[in-house]
């Protein structure tokens, strides 16, 4: 069994205080590149961050231009990576050992023309989102037993490395959040950070539990930038934001995320409704505000205190409003003004 010298050890070590030391999530993959160099000879590496089987971001060295839909079609039947999915528990395999030596290299063949590599040792991270895989490769010479044990060593706290990345990535649009909730989705639609203010919105706005996904409202105004359905001039500037109207109140949204980033960072933010929007229906600003509160369920007697007036002063505000609105309840008068709020919020 391969053991590590006092030397390698000391070497390992110094390796991961380095690897632990803070990183942007943007400059991950050169870092932990730099890193490998330093452990283990090989003439090529890959880096792949893979979601729904979709290359969401890879890092190559030397470098070349992928072809990545092909990797996209390739990457589960593709042998090597079928081989890590199924063992995924274990330590780093070494290619030779999988006894498929032809089938990859006829495999990588149709992915990675240029690099004609037969040996590989490398691992993948397929229980979290994005999918995580690290490939170290050679073109002569086998990896050794002491290269896959400290490449086993290195596996977890690349991993926790990885994901403290991430954590500084989210962290950084908290600054634009503050007395607002703040949440990152992945490409999944999993949600992976979020503030309590931004949970405790979702579970109001939406009605039922948002700790995992992303309510479908949010997913559909998301995939409008992603299909690219705004206007083709206006494509650099920032989404207009998502509203619904909850009561009295609205839940605004806007995204911190490039039109086509690998994850979504929200802001969230409560705004109270302006009745004044009401004024709109051809009603004046006492009738207003008087229409609007009828919308919350108040009786006249309710709205009288909140706006310092007698109930038969209500009374005949109502009057008023309904021969305007031209319906004949109060409670068609309500959904005049709910309908009316809706479609200004959108």
Not at 179 to 204: H, P
Not at 214 to 235: F, M
């Amino acid at each position: 069994m391969a053991r590590l010298r006092h030397s390698e050890v000391e070497a390992l070590s110094q390796i991961l205080l380095e690897l632990y030391s803070p990183c942007s999530y943007a400059d991950f993959p050169v870092r932990l590149f730099a890193l490998l160099r330093r452990c283990f000879s090989f003439d090529f590496f890959d880096y792949h961050e893979i979601a729904n089987n979709r290359n969401e971001r890879n890092f190559v060295y030397p470098e070349y231009k992928p072809r990545v839909g092909v990797f996209e079609a390739y990457v589960h039947p593709h042998c090597t990576w079928t081989a890590f999915a199924r063992q995924r528990a274990q330590p780093p395999l070494p290619i030779p050992d999988l006894s498929i030596l032809g089938e990859r290299q006829r495999a990588d063949f149709r992915v990675l023309p240029e690099s004609r590599q037969n040996y590989q040792l490398g691992f993948t991270v397929s229980d979290q989102l994005p999918q995580l895989g690290i490939a170290l490769n050679r073109l002569n010479g086998d990896f050794s037993e002491k290269d896959r044990l400290m490449f086993g060593l290195l596996k977890p706290h690349v991993v926790r490395a990885f994901n403290t990345s991430k954590l500084v990535a989210y962290f950084s649009g908290v600054g634009e959040a503050v007395d607002q909730g703040y949440l990152v989705a992945d490409a999944a639609w999993r949600i992976r950070f979020a503030t309590s203010k931004a949970s405790r919105w979702l579970q109001e706005y939406f009605g039922r539990n948002q700790n995992d996904f992303l309510p479908d409202l949010l997913k559909d105004w998301l995939k409008q930038r992603r299909s690219k359905t705004l206007n083709t001039s206006k494509l650099s500037s920032p989404l207009e934001e998502f509203s619904m109207l909850g009561g009295s109140k609205r839940l605004l949204v806007r995204s911190l995320s490039p039109l086509k980033g690998l994850e979504f960072r929200l802001v969230l933010r409560e705004a109270q409704v302006d009745a004044g929007q009401l004024e709109a229906l051809g009603l004046t600003k006492r009738e207003a505000e008087v229409l609007f509160w009828v919308s919350q369920g108040k009786r006249n007697s309710e709205i009288g205190l909140i706006l310092g007036a007698q109930p038969r002063t209500i009374t005949k505000h109502i009057e008023h409003i309904l021969e305007r609105l031209s319906v004949e309840t109060r409670t068609a008068a309500a959904r005049v003004a709910i309908d009316h709020l809706t479609r200004e919020s959108t």
